[in-house]
């Protein structure tokens, strides 16, 4: 398994699969348009996606899944929303090698992992993800990032965690499939109500604060659903929604600072938050756990409250002991 095949030509999957290959792997980057792959295979660069970062001489760009050898390790890196459509589509064309998922979301119409949508279309597939703090850019340029990489299988998962670590991108494992993907995806929605806050100029103080009740949040619906408690103080939770929920340089933290600010959120970017929020809404309701700011976000983003209703309505809960 020394080829990696990265499955989705975005910001991400452009990162992992340039910083994949300067440490010395063969790597294939496969992009759905034709057009856009022979453009970036010419310029040897992603400008729609990754400006100013070189993709390296072992690096292929290809629109063909035909391209991806029957040995290599497979990274998903398309839309969260779209992993149920690709694979229902493609997921027959692939190789049966180990398959890791990199998006960070749940199903809109299902609220079910990443993991779960792959069970369904590769049955007895082996599957990991991949998850935590990492911007794409800093990725790609050899900045240090550390992730976690989940995996059913132990001895599977140290495997992979071998082969796709560098000396700049650090994998570290767990078998807490179901929490590391639970802490990926709904610190987006937090991050969205951190935006919120920033962007209604409500003070650092009130942004901490809320993003230390959405950990609780996290928490709690992670522990009522299964998951190790322990696994959300890690890379794949803390670390994760600590990064993205104090910086523009997040989408969903910048897509919440528009709504904050009465603006009209950007366009042309995948903000995953959004359909995850109403999908860990549901969550909350099928596992009767209590959600307040996961169930504030929904709200404001599906337009039946504005930020302002919002803030105003988290405030106004009852005085309590602070518990996760």
Not at 46 to 69: C, F, H, M, Q, T
Not at 188 to 198: D, P, Q, R, S
Not at 237 to 252: F, H, I, W
Not at 260 to 287: F, I, N, S, Y
Request: hydrophobic share 50%; net charge neutral; glycine share 10%.
């Amino acid at each position: 398994m020394k080829t990696v095949a990265v499955i989705g030509a975005g910001a991400y999957g452009t990162a992992l699969a340039v910083i994949l290959a300067k440490s010395g792997r063969s790597v294939l980057l496969w992009d759905r348009n034709a057009e856009n792959a022979a453009k970036m295979e010419a310029a040897r660069e992603n400008p729609r996606r990754l400006p100013g970062i070189a993709l390296p001489e072992n690096l292929k760009v290809s629109s063909a899944l035909a391209d991806i050898p029957d040995s290599a390790i497979q990274i998903l890196a398309v839309p969260a929303q779209m992993t149920d459509v690709f694979l229902a589509a493609h997921g027959a064309q692939l190789p049966a090698a180990p398959m890791v998922l990199a998006a960070k979301g749940l199903g809109l119409a299902d609220a079910r992992l990443q993991s779960e949508i792959a069970r369904q279309h590769l049955p007895g597939r082996p599957i990991a993800v991949i998850s935590g703090p990492g911007f794409a850019d800093e990725i790609a340029r050899g900045l240090p990032t550390a992730l976690s990489l989940a995996c059913h299988d132990a001895a599977l998962c140290s495997q992979l965690q071998a082969r796709l670590s560098t000396p700049t991108f650090r994998l570290y494992t767990s078998t807490d499939l179901l929490g590391v993907q639970l802490g990926g995806a709904l610190k987006n929605v937090i991050a969205i109500a951190c935006g919120m806050c920033a962007g209604a100029a409500l003070g650092e103080s009130a942004r901490a604060a809320l993003m230390t009740r959405g950990f609780a949040e996290i928490v709690r619906l992670g522990r009522a659903m299964g998951a190790e408690a322990e696994t959300f103080g890690g890379l794949a939770g803390m670390g994760d929604l600590a990064l993205t929920s104090a910086t523009v340089k997040s989408r969903n933290f910048t897509l919440g600072h528009a709504l904050g600010r009465g603006e009209a959120p950007p366009h042309g970017k995948t903000v995953e938050g959004v359909a995850t929020a109403e999908a860990a809404a549901l969550l909350g309701r099928k596992h009767s756990v209590e959600l307040p700011i996961v169930n504030a976000v929904s709200e404001v983003l599906s337009g039946s409250m504005t930020v302002e209703l919002a803030m105003n309505a988290l405030l106004a809960r009852p005085l309590r002991e602070e518990r996760a």
